[in-house]
Each structure stands twice: as C-alpha cells, then as structure tokens.
C-alpha cells in the first residue's frame, strides 16, 4: 500500500476517512493497524477490496505486482476470496441466516472453481470445519448459523476465508463480539492456521493486547491517518509519538501507569470534515508546541531505529515511557524544566 486516500463526498463536505496510509506485509507475517473506532482503520482495507465503491480513492495497493486499485469489478471479484480473504468482526452479518453453514462455504469453493462438484464441494467444507476445530463436522455442516455458537460461528467464517489457500487474510477486529475465553481461541486458531499455511496477515485491531501476543509489525492510525510504524517491540518499549504513549497507557497494568491507575486521552478525535490545522492530535496532546497547530508532520524515520518512523514533531530523542523520555517531551514543548 502506498500513500492511500480515502474519501466520502457527503451534504456536509469531504469525509477524510484514510490520509495517507502506506504499509507492505509478507508471506507468513503479521501487521497490525491499531486505532481508536473511526481512525480509518477497516476503511483503508474496503479500498483495496472494491468494497467502496462511493468512495474517492486514490494511491496504489499492489498484490502480486498488480495493482488492485486500477482492477475492473470482475476482476477483483476473482481476486476476493481466493488470493484474499476476509475475516469480519461479526459473524452473524458474515453468514447468511436462512442458508446452512456447509453450503455457503461450498458455494464460496464453487464460485472461484466451476469445476468442483457439489458433492466435492462438501466434502471440502467438512474439512475445513474440522480444521478450524468444529465437533463433528460431518453433522455440523448441515446446521444453520443459529444453532452456532457466537465462537463456532466465527470459527465458521475463518473456514470460509481459508476455503480456497488465499495468501493474503485481513481479520477485521476477529473477536470483537466473543467473550475473553473464546477470543483467546480464536485468536490462537487464526495463529496457527497462519503458520501452517504461511499466510499473510492483515490485522485490524483497536485491542493493544491482541496486537501484543500476534503482531509482528504495527501500524498506528489517528483520524485518518498513520502517525507512527515500527516492529512490535519498539511500539510496546520505544514508542515515539504521544498518541501511542496514550494508547498504551490506558491498558490495564501498563508500564507508564502509577499505582494502578490509567492515563486515559483526554479530549475526542476530530470531526472528519473539518480536520483541525497542523497534527491532528495536536489539540488532545499534552506535548503540543505552535508548530503542531501550524503544519502537519511528516511520517519520518526515527533516528537509528531502523524502520521505526514517527509523525511528530518532537525531537527523535523523546522516545520510551520512562521518566528521562517524559523530561525530553515536557522541555521540547515548553511545558518542563530546562
């Protein structure tokens, strides 16, 4: 992906959904794009899909050397669901509700394979029930999504994105709807199948715990746009930019925290029509300086750390959670002792 923009004509002007968001992932990695609910996160991955078809888009999102924004609708209609493949976060809007489980994921292998037969067809969706560790699969198969269970039925729609070996899998908020015990096993469900298969992982999350036990790199979205990038580790420890500092301090237990108690982000993300001046962040950012207000930053390379790359304006050194960083952030805003 490259330098993606995502817009919406609206009565009330242009929705800036997604400003610039560029990211690569490979086979049998995982990347994470991690957001507040409206930062652009599921909008940026409906562009490429063609599954926005009201929207202004433009940038690049090559897969395989092809550029899937430049595709007709047959096309990308080939494409969806047999080199990629999506997991939403509710399987109840996922699933038909009046067509049993087995014959959707069956008319999903027959859609991209005319030459598969019913019967073959079935036999694959058992299989692929009995993968994703549904009981008896043979009898389940013929069950309607009701008579699943919240978990079972998720694990169904994992079935049906891995129905046809695609390379690419974008699991969009997977286990928003489950509770902690079956998020749990999803979640090692979907890590193991990518192993097995060396599956190219897509994942949108605002849960900074799942980014922690599957990610391998991670992307940071505020209001439309990517503000921080870098390998796990250095999210976690090194994190640069105030949003992910905030982010990160409101997890339960997180380093940052005193005495247990949470930092949350004061303030509300901006309005998508009328972005504010400068850094979006800027009026939320207890770190902000003039020059926040006044232009945008750039998403630039944090200074010896690799591909760690930050869009702030403060300096590369004001990085961590610790004491010695939070002194660095206050004297380059002005808010600290010199």
């Excluded at 394979?113 to 043979?138: C, F, N, T, Y």
């Excluded at 930019?241 to 247990?260: D, V």
Aim: aromatic share 4%; with cysteine.
């Amino acid at each position: 992906m490259k330098d993606l923009t995502v817009g919406f004509p609206t009565a009330g002007g242009l929705v800036q959904a997604v400003r610039g968001l560029s990211f690569s992932v490979e086979p049998g990695r995982t990347l994470a794009i991690v957001g507040e609910s409206g930062s652009g996160k599921t909008v940026g991955t409906q562009a490429i899909l063609g599954l926005l078809p009201e929207a202004d888009i433009s940038g690049s999102a090559v897969f395989e050397g092809v550029d899937l924004l430049a595709l007709g609708e047959e096309r990308l209609r080939q494409i969806r669901g047999a080199e990629i493949s999506v997991i939403f976060q509710d399987p109840l809007t996922s699933l038909h509700p009046l067509y049993k489980v087995g014959r959707q994921i069956a008319e999903l292998i027959r859609a991209h394979d005319s030459g598969v037969s019913r019967a073959q067809a079935r036999r694959r969706a058992v299989e692929l029930l009995g993968l994703v560790g549904i009981p008896r699969p043979d009898r389940r198969v013929d069950d309607y999504p009701h008579q699943f269970s919240g978990g079972m039925r998720q694990r169904a729609v994992i079935a049906m994105a891995l129905a046809l070996n695609p390379k690419l899998v974008v699991a969009d908020e997977p286990t928003t709807a489950l509770d902690a015990t079956v998020q749990a096993q999803i979640l090692d469900l979907i890590t193991r199948l990518q192993r097995e298969f060396a599956i190219a992982l897509l994942l949108i999350t605002h849960d900074l715990g799942v980014v922690a036990g599957m990610a391998d790199e991670v992307v940071v979205m505020y209001a439309g746009v990517p503000v921080e990038r870098a390998d796990r580790r250095t999210i976690y420890y090194r994190p640069h930019h105030p949003y992910t500092k905030g982010l990160l301090e409101s997890i339960p237990g997180s380093t940052g925290t005193r005495e247990g108690r949470l930092r949350p982000i004061s303030g509300r993300p901006p309005s998508m029509i009328a972005m504010p001046s400068g850094c979006a962040f800027h009026p939320r950012c207890p770190y902000a300086m003039p020059v926040c207000a006044a232009e945008r930053p750039p998403l630039a390379r944090v200074t010896g750390d690799g591909d760690h790359a930050s869009a702030c304006w403060l300096p590369h050194q004001a990085i961590g959670l610790g004491e010695e960083a939070e002194a660095v952030r206050l004297r380059a805003s002005g808010t600290g002792p010199r």
